[in-house]
């Protein structure tokens, strides 16, 4: 007896057609947008439409007082001597181009509770100056604001300051390119649930195509990893938002108070924020939603020993946040920006000349001493592509070493529309 291999195909594709589509409708896999390596926090009353210019100039002042130029940034940030001088030039030039990516205008934590006129006022304030910003061309590539939770002491606060600014901000039926709200202090599928509600109604209002808004989900609390059921509520809330959730920013402070954690103690580093983050991890893999690590309260400011040993604490955290797949991090002053760049850019530098060799022999079929799989060609060519993204590598450089062009490094990558 043989089996009928195509009738048997067909009635197992009838089986799982209902599964196949619901794997593709819910994992659909990377999306092909950059991801920002950084979000930069800063309270609303401190935000203008020139600010961008300020922390560029702060972060250049704060390299060139205690950065020691191209001779002495391996000692200042803590770099590998033999790419310490290339880094500086790139480290530099990264912060006269784009000294931030990703920019949160907060009206949570960071800026506090205050009148309602007040706060009115600052909504009013803040989406004019993100405005000026946007038709002077001198906006961050990504942008938004942080509002405060939908817990209930804060629920009406948070929903009049983001209907407030998304109206406001809103233009022709449009918003800023690469604008996103964060959802913070996320507690229940429910307020997820509630998000989308809201963002309908204010869509509707502001005169904006259904899906416009798009929101971070911002995991500072235990129930959003351990639910009173024991499942992991986060990745509940990946699939509750309908496809509008564009990444989980892990809260360092807030998670750990929460876990009870003494406060000398609260860092990214902690074992409890490893297995939020891992959860984390777990749950948007898969879903085409991205990963942000969280911040250190422990700021490169004071006398020139105090500067550099918060760079080197903030660049070894960038760094291990990178090794564990961590691509993003938030930033709260503009001294963080050099340390930001030098670790990234470090991470990069250093792992490229070897991924591109694999990713050479991959496409080429060469035998070597490592044998990749499709997905981990793919994660070679994600690795390259995030390089070139940040301004870690050049696209010249990249086809050298790989003998692909940046379309077909996408298309390895998953990158890419077609």
């Given at each position: ?26 994992f ?12 930069v ?58 000294a ?23 909504v ?11 038709e ?18 804060t ?34 599928v ?8 809201a ?28 639910g ?21 920013h892990?809260?360092t ?12 103690y ?7 924020a ?14 085409g ?35 564990r ?34 990713l ?59």
């Amino acid at each position: 007896m043989t089996v009928d291999l195509a009738a048997l195909g067909a009635a197992l594709d009838d089986r799982l057609r209902a599964a196949d589509a619901d794997l593709a409708a819910r994992f659909p896999g990377e999306r092909p947008v950059r991801q920002p390596v950084h979000t930069v926090y800063v309270p609303a009353d401190r935000y203008d439409a020139d600010l961008g210019s300020r922390w560029q100039a702060e972060a250049l002042a704060a390299l060139d007082e205690h950065g020691g130029g191209a001779e002495g940034a391996a000692d200042a940030f803590g770099l590998p001597a033999h790419l310490a001088a290339d880094l500086y030039t790139r480290v530099r030039a990264k912060l006269e181009r784009e000294a931030i990516e990703d920019l949160r205008i907060d009206f949570e934590d960071g800026y506090g509770a205050r009148p309602d006129d007040e706060e009115d006022a600052a909504v009013d304030a803040a989406a004019a100056g993100l405005l000026r910003a946007v038709e002077a061309g001198t906006a961050t590539a990504f942008s938004g604001i942080r509002f405060k939770s939908f817990e209930a002491p804060t629920r009406a606060r948070g929903l009049r300051t983001f209907a407030r600014f998304v109206g406001a901000v809103a233009r022709d039926g449009r918003l800023p390119d690469g604008f996103v709200v964060t959802f913070p202090k996320v507690t229940s599928v429910d307020q997820v649930e509630a998000m989308l509600v809201a963002c309908q109604q204010v869509e509707a209002a502001a005169g904006l195509a259904d899906g416009a808004i798009r929101f971070e989900i911002q995991v500072e609390t235990p129930q959003a990893i351990c639910g009173p059921d024991g499942t992991a509520l986060v990745a509940r809330m990946v699939h509750a938002s309908s496809g509008r959730c564009t990444s989980l920013h892990y809260g360092t402070y807030d998670f750990s108070a929460s876990c009870g954690i003494a406060a000398a103690y609260q860092s990214m580093e902690h074992p409890a924020a490893d297995h939020a983050k891992a959860v984390m991890q777990v749950a948007a893999a898969g879903t085409g939603v991205h990963l942000s690590d969280g911040s250190t309260n422990i700021l490169p400011v004071g006398s020139h020993d105090d500067v550099l040993a918060a760079w080197r604490l903030h660049g070894r955290l960038v760094r291990r946040s990178l090794e564990r797949g961590y691509y993003q991090g938030w930033d709260l002053h503009p001294a963080q920006l050099p340390s930001r760049y030098a670790a990234t850019y470090s991470f990069f530098r250093e792992g490229l000349p070897a991924a591109a060799e694999r990713l050479r022999n991959y496409v080429g079929q060469v035998a070597s001493g490592v044998m990749d799989e499709p997905a981990t060609a793919r994660a070679l060519a994600d690795f390259v592509v995030r390089g070139l993204d940040c301004g870690a590598a050049d696209e010249q450089e990249v086809h050298v070493l790989t003998g692909l062009d940046r379309p077909a490094i996408d298309r390895l990558a998953k990158r890419s529309l077609a």
